[in-house]
């Protein structure tokens, strides 16, 4: 079983900047993608950004630019750096571990923190 806690949401001026921190714990496969997701009031749940164990990168077009996502194998840690925020980046956000067991996928996900961005 793995569990996923976030740390590092809050309150933040428009402009600003915020880092979010997601610990894993439990097994991990070799092959994993971990990143990040928002689900804003009235809205669905959304990528923000991903990374896989091999490094590469996927972000949504809305933060291209303003955010960066990284990762720590050895602390089984992902991260987002999110800079230049916009009232529009408020949401719960959440982590996500996606192990690769082809052809089986297990999906895990974090209870979420609170990201406010006020104007």
């Known amino acids: 079983q793995v569990q996923l806690v976030e740390s590092g949401g809050g309150l933040v001026q428009a402009g600003g900047s915020l880092g979010l921190s997601c610990a894993a714990s439990?097994?991990?496969?070799?092959?994993?993608?971990m990143g990040w997701y928002r689900q804003a009031p009235g809205k669905q749940r959304e990528l923000v950004a991903t990374?896989?164990?091999?490094?590469?990168?996927n972000y949504a077009d809305s933060v291209k630019g303003r955010f960066t996502i990284s990762r720590d194998n050895a602390k089984k840690s992902v991260y987002l750096q999110m800079n230049s925020l916009k009232p529009e980046d408020t949401a719960v956000y959440y982590c996500?571990?996606?192990?690769?067991?082809?052809?089986?996928?297990?999906?895990?996900w974090g209870q979420g923190t609170q990201v406010t961005v006020s104007s």
């Open positions: 439990g097994t991990i496969f070799s092959s994993n993608a």
């Open positions: 990374i896989t164990s091999g490094y590469s990168t």
């Open positions: 996500h571990l996606e192990n690769v067991g082809l052809p089986l996928r297990y999906a895990y």
